[in-house]
């Protein structure tokens, strides 16, 4: 009998868990299923080693809820949506697995950057490997209809340290959505053509501009003043 299972709100479904010990091979070989819907998000199977702690998984993806990422990111994105697809393979030592993705892709993607307040939507691949995750020149679009490009991704070392490395390219595309709640030293709503860059650990991000506003843009520098 499978477990109902909900992260961050997000409705995942049913997942069972099952394994088995082979005898021949000396491992065990387990397999995760989640079921939503009638669709299976995630299948995953693994055979594990103890001798030598050897892992051998292979983890399908099918419209998978990335809302689940919220708790993780929640620094960078204040809102995350859509779905990603693919195979992702695992091998190796379980204190270093090689990871290698084929087919993976984001699909119908709604990120909210939380330092500029712009939603944009994206469609496109994305790779995962031991070393991190990797966007491939991932189309965005505003709500305007603009576009810009999403590039870089999160470096991790075997899923610890993680940074980011993001890069956004712009073609006047809604940069900056943000009121004097915000910020109070500089805000407005600004088209922009040029770079986005975020760098930096998910707990001292750096925010990093390069661009040219184009039309339709409202900035605001309050001036300070004295008695």
Do not use: C
């Not at 995942?12 to 088995?20: A, N, V």
């Not at 307040?117 to 020149?137: C, H, I, M, R, T």
Request: hydrophobic residues 35%; without cysteine; glycine residues 8%.
């Amino acid at each position: 009998e499978g477990r109902q299972i909900s992260i961050d709100n997000v409705d995942l479904g049913t997942l069972l868990l099952g394994s088995i010990w082979d005898e021949q091979a000396e491992s065990l070989r387990i397999k995760v299923d989640n079921i939503l819907k009638e669709k299976h998000p995630l299948l995953a199977k693994a055979s594990y080693h103890p001798a030598d702690k050897q892992v051998d998984a292979s983890v399908l993806v099918d419209s998978l809820q990335l809302g689940i990422l919220r708790p993780i990111l929640s620094s960078l994105f204040s809102e995350i949506d859509g779905t990603a697809s693919g195979r992702i393979q695992a091998k190796g030592p379980v204190s270093a697995l090689t990871l290698s993705s084929q087919g993976t892709r984001f699909n119908d993607l709604h990120l909210k950057l939380d330092y500029t307040q712009v939603d944009y939507q994206a469609d496109g691949p994305f790779s995962v490997s031991e070393k991190g995750l990797e966007f491939n020149d991932i189309l965005l679009s505003d709500k305007y209809g603009h576009h810009a490009t999403l590039s870089g991704g999160i470096p991790y070392d075997h899923f610890k340290d993680l940074r980011t490395n993001i890069r956004i390219d712009l073609q006047d595309i809604l940069a900056l959505n943000t009121t004097s709640k915000h910020n109070e030293t500089f805000y407005g709503r600004a088209f922009a053509n040029g770079t986005l860059r975020v760098t930096g650990p998910l707990e001292r991000i750096r925010l990093n501009m390069n661009l040219t506003p184009t039309g339709n843009s409202s900035i605001h520098i309050p001036l300070g003043s004295s008695a």
